[in-house]
């Protein structure tokens, strides 16, 4: 299915209210990834005010979850859309719950950081966990991309990162062991670190979660909890048709 | 050409009329031979028509008179066409390969902000991807907010500077140039060397003024010392009060560089603290009517009780200013009037004074750093010259502007313009101390 494939309507309204919706999910999740980049950077930059003002702007991504929650609930009593329409709607609900999660992580880290700040800083400056905080950052945009473009190619590339994301957790987390051995007084600082490299995995996870829902929009198939390789197999075939 | 066609048709009926005359029926032949006529322009037509639907694979047919006319007519048009076309096709190419070359980024916007084109540029700074790209709005690519807020406004007299979605270092100029029929130009330039080297700037300024504090405290202190030594001659009592006076001076402008260099790197809009303007200004006005030699009349005009939403100090800091600038360029006779007031459109403060004014040429410049109306004077005075831009700065962080209004001779006037979302209205300010 294309994007054109939205403006097939008879119906103008309908497909002004799909445009709609579909804008302001991307919309928020521009605002996510603002939230996500000010938080990464207060950390790094030990920058506690940053850190606090993406704590409190959470409340906003909250608004939107709920503001396009509602439009959707909208859409589905109004127009009953069937077959590709409600795939789109299916996915977008979806989608912003992963997204609003993404933007409490993103809380997460942005109070730990603020907190962080006061404290001294290692030498390495958190050299780890900006890298791991860049592909995280750049997965949620892919995503995002992947979302906006309806690209389940792109899609499935960035589901795939997911496992180098998860690999760089474990090499942080045992990093964070061997320091804590080394010298306890580093403890209560491994200790935070940790809760951020894990909120910053489970971000890479709700951005892969964005992903198959992108799929699921483009090809009409749940991919959930089946190995991406099948996956891969599956879309190739879907492209080859579609070619043809 | 159809003087020759109709005289062939006459002469075919005239040949038919007379072998009608010589062998009956005469209407028989003239049929036959109209009929002949008719066949044979079909036949033509029928060559003609197939020369036209196989117009590339088959030569014209060679047929005189009306039709080769008409082939012939045929073929000049389309090769005028051919050639226009042609010349089209090249202004079309020489077109993309310039702004292909283009060192910034080119994008046409329908009018529904979608993307019609871009060029390579465009594609390698925002990372877009022809031709998917192709058709989709804009603002869903590049998501960042203050991005959609500056594309749905409707200022775009001023590039915006953002971040670029694919790598975060760089910093891009995005503006929008509408152009006719509602479309629009999105420019796309790479800013990241000129925003360095503004950040390269204000840090050695704030860096330099803050290395510059600690030997200067210990001069003056060491001055304030000699200054109360009765074992010093006293001779040197004078030099000794000039140079106190002017260490006190390089204190001032290094206060001010500091707190300028402050304001310029806070980024975005000024924090919503609520601040009781009325309050700050009476206290304001009691702290002048306290100074030596000020003019006779220090007044305060407060017209409205709503206070604002900003930064306290930053405001505070914005009104001294002006307020010192006042005072000091009017004579001890004049008089200088603080007014306070708001309507629909937002909040005012002015300071108005009788005093000395300013050159209308020099009005424009009075917000530069280290810009003076005339060098000999405000040194005399013992200013910064960074008062006017610390306002200027104070004043955008909050959404306002400074406006300035003089006359030689007469007095100046300067304004203080808030925006309406800034207003601590009265009622709000009664709820919350309720």
Sequence with gaps: METADLTHHISRRFNEDLEKVRNQVLQMGGFVEQQLHKAITALVEGDSRLGESVATDDYKVNGMELSIDEECSRILAIRAPAAGDLRVIVAIIKTITDLERIGDEGEKIGYIASRLATMERPADKYREVKHLGRQVAQMVHDALDAFARMDSQAALKTAQEDKMVDEEYESIQRQCITFMMEDPRTIRRALEIMWIVRALERIGDHAKNICEYVIYMVHGKDIRHSSLEDVAKQIDAAHALMRR | ?434
């Design chain 2, 1 to 434: 050409m159809w003087t020759f066609a109709l005289a062939r048709l006459a002469g075919i009926l005239l040949l038919g009329l007379c072998a009608g005359l010589l062998i009956e029926p005469i209407w028989l032949w003239i049929l036959g031979a109209a009929c002949l006529y008719l066949a044979w322009q079909l036949l033509n037509l029928y060559r003609v028509d197939r020369w036209l639907r196989l117009r590339s694979q088959i030569d014209p047919p060679g047929i005189g008179g009306i039709w080769g006319d008409i082939i012939a007519q045929v073929i000049r048009l389309h090769r005028r066409k051919q050639y226009h076309k042609q010349r089209l096709v090249q202004l079309y190419r020489e077109l993309r390969r310039s702004t292909a070359a283009l060192p910034d980024g080119v994008i046409i916007l329908s009018t529904q902000r979608e993307i019609v084109w871009f060029n390579r540029q465009a594609a390698r700074l925002l990372g877009l991807r022809r031709p998917v790209d192709v058709g989709l709005r804009i603002d869903n690519l590049i998501r960042a907010p203050e991005f959609a807020r500056y594309l749905h406004g409707d200022d775009y007299s001023m590039p915006l500077v953002i971040r670029p979605p694919v790598q975060i270092d760089m910093f891009l100029a995005l503006q929008m140039v509408p152009y006719g029929g509602g479309q629009s130009l999105l420019l796309v330039r790479d800013v990241t060397r000129q925003m360095r080297l503004e950040a390269m700037r204000k840090d050695f300024v704030a860096n330099a003024s803050h290395e510059l504090r600690t030997p200067l405290t210990v001069i003056s202190g060491y001055l304030d010392t000699l200054a109360d030594d009765p074992s010093i001659d006293p001779a040197w009592g004078g030099p000794i009060k000039d140079m106190r006076a002017q260490a006190q001076r390089m204190n001032a402008i290094i206060a001010d560089l500091l707190e300028l260099s402050r304001l310029e790197s806070a980024d975005g809009e000024a924090a919503r603290e609520p601040i009781d303007v009325p309050h700050m200004l009476e206290r304001l006005h009691r702290d002048a009517l306290i100074s030596a030699d000020r003019p006779r009349h220090v007044l305060l005009d407060l017209e409205s009780s709503d206070g604002l939403y900003g930064t306290a100090h930053e405001i505070e800091s914005a009104f001294t200013n002006l307020l010192v600038n006042a005072l000091k360029y009017t004579q001890p006779e004049g008089t200088v009037r603080m007014r306070w007031w708001t309507d629909e459109e937002g909040a005012y403060f002015s300071v108005i004074d009788s005093g000395i004014g300013i050159p209308a040429e020099h009005i424009p410049r009075l917000t530069e750093r280290f810009y003076r109306v005339d060098a000999g004077r405000s040194r005399g005075q013992g200013g910064s010259g960074l008062g006017l831009a610390i306002v200027k700065h104070a004043l955008q962080r909050h959404g306002g502007w400074l406006d300035v209004q003089s006359t030689e001779g007469k007095g100046s006037t300067f304004t203080c313009h808030f925006p309406q979302q800034r207003i601590w209205k009265l009622q709000l300010r009664n709820a919350a101390s309720a």
